[in-house]
């Protein structure tokens, strides 16, 4: 079942919700913290493991980011695969790292990476597993979507963080991500808790632009983790958004909800567009009336990420 985020998560201080769930999110962050404690690390003699993940529960751009490293080792002639723990309802992400390289599956991350390491693969990105403390990581990625941030503040359940944002004291990496929303605040805050933490900073920039009319206007749909962000971009590069629908991130669309859509933008006389992994969910519900916007991640600072990655 997909669960819609509690919209007080991403207030930007704690309203009564947050205080009174905040007694059961410290009991499970010292369980978090006790269960990191008593895992053994598995160190990878072979194959390196770069991890993005996130410490901001879901809509971080971690995939837009695995992509965009595997391109970087295409280019420099470096042997590289995606790791990805199994979730059946993650199929989407699955599919769209499919279409962009090598993915190994398990439901255990380790599995994949020994069969990775067996096919002589020199670098593994995982697509998430940053708080998995069974994996040795050679480098991480911590990343942030620029709009929200760390919600809150609090962590699970009183807020959307799976760890205390003090604990970037402890990682070297972060990545900033959305349409540039905000920057010079966000890297005052993230100095502030650790000054010599690498912060790389990505753009969403849509691919299939010249495939959609200006002069339309239209209906845009997603279940995404950053549904403002992709919002955001669309009107950037100019589309006429007359209304936007949010759906729980990596939901399963039924024909009612298909329907809905298509009703909703007759009545506007909208055209629809989604994103390329709702599309993918969308299944035999495809239809002409529904196109997405394939979009990647601009590096700002290319060379800046090759030297961290080669480091």
């Known amino acids: 079942m ?5 919209k007080f998560w991403d207030y930007k201080k704690p309203n009564i919700c947050a ?8 009991m499970l962050s010292i369980i978090s913290f006790l269960k990191s404690k008593s895992k053994i690390k598995i160190k990878k003699k072979k194959i390196k493991t770069i991890c993005i993940g996130n410490i901001y529960i879901g809509g971080t751009g971690k995939t837009s980011l695995s992509i965009k490293i595997n391109e970087i080792f295409n280019k420099l002639k470096i042997k590289s695969c995606f790791i990805k723990k199994f979730y059946k309802n993650q199929i989407d992400e699955q599919k769209i790292l499919k279409s962009r390289g090598k993915i190994f599956l398990s439901s255990k991350r380790i599995d994949a990476i020994n069969q990775a390491e067996s096919e002589n693969y020199e670098f ?3 697509d998430d597993g940053l708080q998995d403390h069974s994996i040795h990581h050679n480098l991480s990625f911590v990343c942030f979507n620029n709009i929200n941030w760390i919600g809150n503040g609090l962590t699970i359940p009183a807020g959307p963080l799976r760890e205390n944002i003090n604990n970037l004291k402890k990682y070297q990496n972060i990545f900033l991500n959305g349409n540039l929303e905000n920057l010079e605040n966000l ?3 993230i100095l502030k808790i650790n000054p010599k933490i690498n912060i790389h900073i990505g753009k969403y920039v ?8 200006n002069n339309n206007k239209y ?4 279940g995404i983790g950053n549904h403002q962000t992709f919002v955001s971009m669309l009107r950037e590069n100019g589309l006429n958004i007359s209304k936007d629908v949010e759906f729980p991130d990596h939901y399963t669309y039924t024909v009612f909800d298909i329907n809905k859509i298509l009703n909703q933008a007759n009545d506007l006389d909208c055209k629809i567009i989604t994103t390329e992994k709702d599309y993918f969910r969308l299944e035999d519900n495809k239809i002409d009336a529904i196109k997405f916007i394939k979009s990647e991640l601009q590096i700002i600072d290319e060379t800046k990420l090759i030297n961290t990655l080669l480091k």
């Open 187 to 189: 890297k005052l805050q």
């Open 2 to 6: 997909n669960l819609k985020k509690p």
């Open 219 to 222: 209906l845009v749909f997603s």
């Open 206 to 213: 849509p691919l299939n632009l010249d495939e959609f009319d």
């Open 124 to 126: 593994a990105i995982l």
């Open 19 to 26: 205080y009174l769930l905040l007694p059961l999110a410290c």
